[in-house]
């Protein structure tokens, strides 16, 4: 009864943007790509690291990464609460702020312990770019016009995880991996300016929502009643957990699989490039077919594609091209499906939108490193543990949409 009532909401196109579209757009995507910058530019750099500070395991360098995204989710849970309440625009500020802080702490660290605080910190920090940044656009943009919004964004934000590799390699040749994170704290810096400049708060006053714990838990219950935001989100934190696991062990499946460490860079920026594809195909197509036609028809082509990965990885027949080939592929199908799990599970959620980010991001985020890191540490010198996961990750959270949907798949509304 539920999605009855809420679907011609969802059908609307609701446009409040204080500013020109276009910048809009690209001004949330610089926000959000500040996060995979955080994390894609590091993946070059992670043998140098352990080198550095005298890290042995090659496998305990991907907590570089899973440290990030361990604080990057906890923090969500703040971030969104605090962004109905005291308005997105003081919120953002400060985060931006502290996570240009806490790259310059981590580009000055003597320890690989201290590295791993500033790590955490630095994605708790820049969490309220992932949180505040949906609450801000949900602010705006409403149903299909809020996902054609995030998929635009999602286009102009993959520029980064495709630059970011080859910013780090580059930063390698000509100096050391702590130029990295000051050039991440520059980027943050510049990204604070713009927003501050051009950004207007987008929440009325009327409308903002006290810190009170029993309202945030009343908030937390309607999240967690409602079948679409849950099951949306289950979804995204099981899919992030493959990608999560790809992008903490592709460094050393290419280095030590293939011994191709040269092409890091050129696979990386492939892969990504095929997310970007997807995610402007679903720009271009959502208005007309709908988020969920769209987003089952890709979970169920992944699901696919990792399976036909699997094949491959244990008959032996694993090789560079392949490898490429069928994870550009798969991330393909990610981009199509993710890009609609976020506007779907914020469906309902207009008078709660930060509070309710907040603890979906956390699921997602915190599910998917977990996830990620299990995968990550699985690695045993093939591509077997990365697919299984992936395949894994697929299966569940499609029986989980199916649940959510009441086994209503594949429909346009």
Not at 254 to 265: A, I, Y
Not at 323 to 342: E, K, R
């Amino acid at each position: 009864m539920v999605h009855r009532i809420m679907e011609p909401q969802a059908r609307t196109t609701l446009d409040r943007s204080p500013i020109r579209f276009a910048e809009f757009v690209a001004l949330i995507a610089a926000m959000m790509a500040l996060t995979s910058l955080g994390i894609d530019s590091m993946l070059p750099a992670l043998p140098a690291i352990g080198d550095s500070l005298g890290v042995a395991d090659p496998n305990h360098r991907q907590y570089v990464i899973t440290a990030f995204l361990l604080g990057f989710s906890v923090a969500q849970l703040a971030h969104g609460p605090l962004a109905d309440r005291f308005g997105r625009r003081p919120v953002l500020a400060v985060a931006l702020f502290a996570y240009a802080a806490t790259n310059i702490v981590a580009a000055f660290s003597g320890s690989f312990a201290l590295l791993l605080l500033a790590r955490a910190t630095s994605g708790a920090a820049v969490a309220a770019a992932r949180v505040v940044t949906i609450a801000l656009v949900r602010d705006c943009f409403a149903g299909r016009a809020m996902a054609r919004v995030m998929s635009l964004a999602f286009i102009v934000f993959m520029v980064a995880p495709v630059l970011a590799p080859t910013f780090g390699q580059t930063v390698l040749l000509v100096g050391s991996w702590r130029i990295i994170f000051g050039g991440i704290a520059a980027v943050s810096a510049l990204v604070l300016v713009w927003f501050l400049a051009r950004m207007p708060e987008t929440l009325a006053s009327e409308h903002r929502i006290p810190l009170d714990p029993r309202r945030l838990l009343r908030g937390y219950g309607i999240v967690l009643r409602d079948r679409y935001a849950v099951g949306y989100t289950l979804a995204a934190a099981l899919l992030s957990g493959g990608l999560f696991g790809f992008i903490g062990s592709v460094q050393q499946i290419v280095f030590d699989v293939f011994r191709l460490p040269n092409l890091l860079v050129l696979i990386f920026a492939a892969v990504a490039g095929t997310m970007a594809l997807g995610s402007y195909f679903n720009a271009r197509i959502v208005m007309r077919f709908g988020q969920r036609l769209i987003s089952h028809l890709a979970l169920s082509a992944l699901i696919a594609i990792a399976g036909i990965h699997l094949f491959v990885a244990l008959s032996g027949w694993e090789n560079i091209v392949s490898f490429a080939i069928l994870q550009a592929l798969m991330m393909a199908c990610f981009g199509l499906a993710t890009s609609n799990f976020s506007s779907m599970a914020m469906e309902n959620m207009g008078e709660i939108a930060g509070t309710a980010s907040s603890l979906q991001g956390f699921v997602s985020t915190m599910g998917g490193a977990v996830i990620g890191a299990w995968i990550g540490q699985s690695f045993d010198g093939t591509t077997v543990p990365l697919y299984s996961g992936f395949l894994i990750c697929g299966l569940v959270a499609f029986v989980v949409i199916m649940i959510a949907e009441r086994g209503r798949m594949f429909q346009p509304a």
